[in-house]
């Protein structure tokens, strides 16, 4: 097992303290937009959006005069945060009701569902309305748009919505924000999407206020949890093999099982969750009101296990309405889960999240890792360990694999660049703020030009960062002979001038030495030494901060670390398979170039070198190209059974 992210967080308190209206630090800051019309609210799980959103509804329709609030959230589980709440008592004017009747998160019929929508829209006493995505895209199929003006229109989880013209949910939004006069709150803990279409078009998304709190700033504020770690374990052959090493049963866990359609499952999901519970221990009890078991570990400890993969209905129904009861840590231990227990889901003593198999998108990883970092007495770390398939090189997808064992390493880079500290980078001493820590001088850094580009920094990055940990960046980027420069100075530039097709040259210099600085230095920690002068760590070497040029910076490749920790965390044979995976993909080579040199002059090197194959990573140009040439036929003979099987 291998921590790529560990983090020690302050414990401030900042983000967990409420003020005089019973406001959080990120509530406040939502509250204090609450004037505008269209306000996207980004902040990490456990922050408080779902009161915050409650605080901007009573004020749009108890001092705006709008006529309505409708909040619609992905899931009926997720609709309990909108229950009825107490805030008045907490310093805020009024409570927060919503009655059962437009509750409709607990209705059970979906056509009931959207006659009480329409209902709701036409009676005068009603005030809030809580439903599902779904409902509200049904709902919005048989009224007229006059019928939401001057209602504020609320969506949970926002990046369900994207801007592809099939995704109805952001075509009824876009409708909505053009023909109403409705205000619209958008929230989401992660704006990280697995795919290339953005949540809101770049013409769309100007028309919102953002309201942005991250994850730091979360994390760093809270009470009690005072680390976080993200890593992976890679096993070989099948994960339940391999599963009694990875799972602590200490430890509050919240275990995700892979999907039946991915490389990772057998095929048989109950199975899996059978043999999981094998490897807890021995079932002991079965409490069939609450659909939880008790399980003795071989150490005579009994856990309380919950089984969330099961489809009847009514058994899911019954352990659903025991999780959300919960309110005693011995109450739950560990909880297995396949698609569901992800967004929204609150078990704030969750100590652990063991996933199995990669994730679909970074958004999904983002989620998960939020079911564990809630604050809570007792609680003062979190972990998020990710158990994903070493590639075999026997295998026929051992390509898929390689991309598969990148994209793990890929996200939990990327956590890194999300959960750790902020540092603000000055062009010049005199534009420094006061003595902040976290305030670095760096010569020859670009000024921000223009408000485009200051947007980009000072809202996008974390946006920008998960654009670059999507594309293929760690497949080109990581290995021996990459020059530094080619990553910060070629690939980077691709990726922005790709999101931000709008930005002239020198825009995309700007973003990119700025994106380079966040990268390189996100998450190193500062050293004061005793002559006052300050060091960071920045790739292999320590570095003087004041002494930090951007052509410094330009010579470290932020991708180094991924390549580093898989030379430690796997064995040669296997980062040999990956390396040889990652070089085919850079080789620039033709079918006759490939076929010549293994005519001629392969067969030779193996027969002079006793059977020894060239390899890429000689020191020989030419014999680096032979092994090329390999890995190319190789390749094209595998690209040829692929399509005749499929032609068959």
Known sequence: MENLVDITYNQTGASSNTDEMGMREMQRKAYAARHHQYILLKAPPASGKSRALMFLALDKTEKQGLRKAIVAVPEKTIGKSFTNTELKKHGFFTDWRVSSYYNLCDADNEKEKTKRFKEFLDDPTAKNLV???????????????????????????????????NNML???????????????????????????????????????????????????????????????????????????????????????IPSVNSRASTGDKYDEVDRIIKTIGEVIETDYERRT??????????LIVADLVEDDSKDRQRLQSYLQRMNKREDMDIIIALGTAKEGFDWEWCERCLTIGVRGSLTEVVQIIGRCTRDCEGKERAEFLNLIACPDATQQNVEVAVNDMLKAISASLLMEQVLAPQ?????????TEGDNPYTIVVEGLKPLSSERTKHIVE????????????????????????????????????????????????????????????????????????????????????VN????????????????????????????????????????????????????????????????????????????????????????????????????????
């Open 131 to 165: 439903c599902t995505h779904s409902t509200l895209r049904n709902a919005l199929t048989q009224i007229d748009n006059s019928k939401l003006n001057n209602c504020l229109l609320a969506i949970d989880e926002f990046h369900h919505v994207s801007a592809d013209a």
């Open 293 to 302: 078991m008790k399980v003795r570990t071989p150490d005579g400890r009994v």
């Open 170 to 256: 952001g075509e009824n939004l876009r409708r909505i924000m053009v023909e109403t006069s409705a205000h619209v709150v958008a929230m989401t803990g992660s704006y990280f999407r697995g795919d290339a279409v953005p949540i809101l078009s770049a013409e769309d998304e100007t028309n919102f206020y953002s309201v942005t709190y991250n994850y730091y700033q979360q994390l760093n504020g809270y009470k009690h949890l005072k680390s976080l770690g993200i890593g992976y374990a890679f096993y070989t052959g099948r994960y339940l093999d391999a599963l009694h090493e990875a799972l602590d049963t200490t430890k509050k866990t919240l275990i995700h």
């Open 545 to 648: 901060i004041d002494e930090l040029n951007i052509n410094l910076i330009d010579s470290v490749n932020p991708f180094q670390q991924a390549y580093e920790i898989l030379s430690k965390s796997v064995t040669a044979e296997i980062l040999k398979t990956i390396q040889t995976v990652i070089e085919e993909k850079r080789i620039d080579m033709d079918v006759a170039e490939a076929v010549t040199l293994y005519k001629n002059h392969v067969t030779r090197y193996i027969a002079e070198h006793g059977g020894r194959m060239p390899e890429t990573t000689d020191s020989d140009p030419f014999v680096k190209r032979l092994a090329q040439a390999i890995a190319f036929i190789a390749r094209k003979k595998q690209e040829f059974i692929t399509q005749k099987n499929k032609e068959q």
């Open 423 to 431: 540092w603000n980078f000055k062009t010049t001493k005199d534009d």
């Open 459 to 542: 809202s996008d990055m974390n946006e920008l960062i998960a654009t670059l940990y999507n594309s293929n960046m760690i497949q080109n980027a990581i290995g021996d002979g990459i020059a530094p420069e080619v990553v910060t100075q070629v690939l980077m530039p691709k990726v922005i001038q790709e999101k931000y097709p709008d930005l002239s040259h020198d825009e995309v210099e700007e973003v990119r030495q700025r994106l380079v600085l966040e990268t390189n230095t996100k998450g190193s920690e500062m050293e004061v030494r005793s002559d006052g002068s300050r060091f960071m760590k920045i790739g292999a070497s320590f």
